[in-house]
């Protein structure tokens, strides 16, 4: 059914935009939220609006309240090549007080979730097989592959064409401005969105700073090493993990040695279906299931435990980490991953050190194939000022965590000062992503809702401390 003005906090004005009653949905339907969904129909190039169209996938949360504020709350997802709509699934608990007074508008960005997604069931397919690791060859064919193959030109699915949605979006809702929260990749498109439309920006938090300015490639292996170093180093110093986990660095390195030269095959009960399931254990795999445990405090605290019994030989509890980050990454759209990186960060790249790749646990392969798949495929749409740091008045809510292997703190100065009026806050002993961190939720509840939102009060953010290491299966020391 269409929805009619009177039953929106935020009344569509666009004739093309019609809202029926759906359910948002996240790992593999397990979560459900109710909402409002429609598609809106955009341009595919912004810059010819009476050319070829693609559908956008839109949702509207409602405020519990019926005296609902003007302004929404719309939520941007990272990636890139996550869907903001499944995002928020995931998330909603930490905007339960945004959304007693504001609803909350989403889109899927083009290339993800029901946007025309970007994703490559070949690639899938290939890195599934459980009886062979998959050459780098395969690997960056298979992608160029998958692009080649999509329905659309990938060269207008980047950060630019985004924000011009977005904006589409904004009117179509018929609200005059909008609160913006942004993870990891979702804050550079939302710092985009600040440059591009100022007066449509009434506050931005940014979880995770991507500086508009800085480059996504060869960073990711550097410092998700020196993450992995840092734990081994906090380890070392917690009594309880050093007597459990004695030369855990070293054994992680061994254990790593080994894989190289014999890849380990074990078959697990599924932690969700419980049906048996063979799953390969190899350097590659073990890189990309450390690397996102290092994004989450509770992972982070697991870790040790996890690397230990690999190296005992028993590889059942790492097995069930990878099942685990299998089934986030089977949601995130590879190809979009691909044309934003290669059209935003490649150019910037320069001289990429391979020795000091392959020193770190995730070795040279990653960027090896990111390097190779983007000197494969044209540039996409970029605008001019696309990495020039974002100059703006709009108040600003920059959050980080302390041992954030992907967007470290380090990040935030630079990128900062060129908003006049922020709040910065990191969070310590967290890892990426501050949104279900302690009392964050409720800062930024009232970072939004404040007339000065300079001047909340931030200090509960004090007591936001790591989780204790698991020693055992029953979980930390008490």
């Known amino acids: 059914m269409a929805i009619g003005a009177a039953a929106l906090g935020v009344a569509p004005t666009s004739a093309g935009l019609e809202l029926t009653d759906c359910s948002l949905e996240a790992?593999?339907?397990?979560?459900?939220?109710?909402?409002?969904?429609?598609?809106l129909t955009v341009p595919l190039d912004p810059a010819d609006p009476t050319g070829a169209t693609i559908d956008l996938f839109v949702a509207r949360v409602a405020a519990v309240s019926d005296e609902k504020d003007p302004d929404p709350l719309t939520v941007i997802a990272g990636g890139p090549g996550d869907a903001s709509t499944r995002f928020f699934a995931m998330g909603r608990n930490a905007f339960n007080e945004v959304l007693q007074t504001r609803d909350v508008i989403l889109v899927d960005q083009r290339g993800t979730g029901s946007s025309a997604p970007m994703t490559c069931p070949n690639m899938a397919e290939l890195e599934e097989d459980p009886d062979r690791i998959p050459t780098t060859e395969e690997s960056i064919a298979a992608a160029i592959q998958c692009l080649a193959d999509f329905e659309y030109d990938p060269a207008f699915f980047t950060t630019s064409a985004?924000?011009?949605?977005?904006?589409?979006?904004?009117?179509?809702?018929?609200?005059?401005?909008?609160?913006?929260?942004?993870?990891?990749?979702?804050?550079?498109?939302?710092?985009?969105?600040?440059?591009?439309?100022?007066?449509?920006?009434?506050?931005?938090?940014?979880?995770?700073?991507?500086?508009?300015?800085?480059?996504?490639?060869?960073?990711?292996?550097?410092?998700?090493?020196?993450?992995?170093?840092?734990?081994?180093?906090?380890?070392?110093?917690?009594?309880?993990?050093?007597?459990?986990?004695?030369?855990?660095?070293?054994?992680?390195?061994?254990?790593?040695?080994?894989?190289?030269?014999?890849?380990?095959?074990?078959?697990?009960?599924?932690?969700?279906?419980?049906?048996?399931?063979?799953?390969?254990?190899?350097?590659?795999?073990l890189a990309i299931a450390v690397r996102l445990m290092l994004y989450n405090p509770t992972s982070m605290a697991i870790l040790p435990s996890v690397i230990d019994s690999a190296w005992r030989g028993s590889y059942q509890p790492l097995a069930t980490q990878m099942i685990a980050v299998g089934d986030s990454l089977g949601e995130l759209a590879q190809g979009l991953n691909f044309a934003v990186l290669c059209s935003e960060d490649a150019p910037f790249w320069g001289s990429i050190d391979r020795d000091e790749q392959a020193r770190s646990y995730m070795g040279a392969d990653f960027m090896?194939?990111?390097?190779?798949?983007?000197?494969?495929?044209?540039?996409?749409?970029?605008?001019?000022?696309?990495?020039?740091?974002?100059?703006?008045?709009?108040?600003?809510?920059f959050l980080s965590g302390e041992f954030d292997p992907i967007t470290p703190p380090s990040y935030v100065p630079d990128a900062a000062s060129g908003f006049a009026n922020r709040l910065e806050i990191v969070g310590v002993g967290q890892g990426h992503g501050l949104l279900a961190a302690g009392c964050v939720p409720r800062l930024m509840t009232a970072f939004i809702q404040a007339d000065e939102p300079l001047e909340i009060d931030t200090s509960c953010a004090e007591r936001i401390g790591p989780f204790p290491f698991f020693v055992s299966p029953n979980g930390p020391t008490p």
Do not use: W
């Not at 990111?370 to 970029?382: N, Q, S, T």
């Open 368 to 397: 090896d194939s990111l390097d190779a798949i983007c000197r494969k495929l044209p540039l996409g749409m970029v605008d001019e000022d696309f990495k020039e740091p974002v100059q703006s008045d709009v108040p600003a809510l």
């Open 162 to 285: 985004a924000v011009h949605d977005l904006d589409l979006v904004r009117e179509a809702f018929g609200a005059e401005m909008l609160n913006i929260y942004g993870i990891s990749y979702g804050t550079r498109v939302a710092q985009h969105y600040v440059r591009r439309y100022p007066e449509r920006t009434r506050r931005v938090i940014l979880d995770g700073l991507v500086p508009a300015s800085g480059t996504l490639g060869p960073d990711i292996p550097l410092l998700s090493d020196a993450a992995l170093r840092s734990l081994f180093r906090r380890c070392d110093a917690d009594d309880a993990c050093r007597s459990t986990f004695p030369d855990l660095e070293q054994r992680f390195d061994e254990m790593l040695d080994e894989l190289r030269l014999d890849p380990r095959r074990v078959t697990i009960a599924h932690p969700r279906t419980a049906e048996p399931t063979p799953v390969l254990i190899s350097p590659e795999t």
């Open 27 to 39: 790992i593999g339907g397990r979560i459900e939220l109710t909402a409002e969904c429609g598609t």
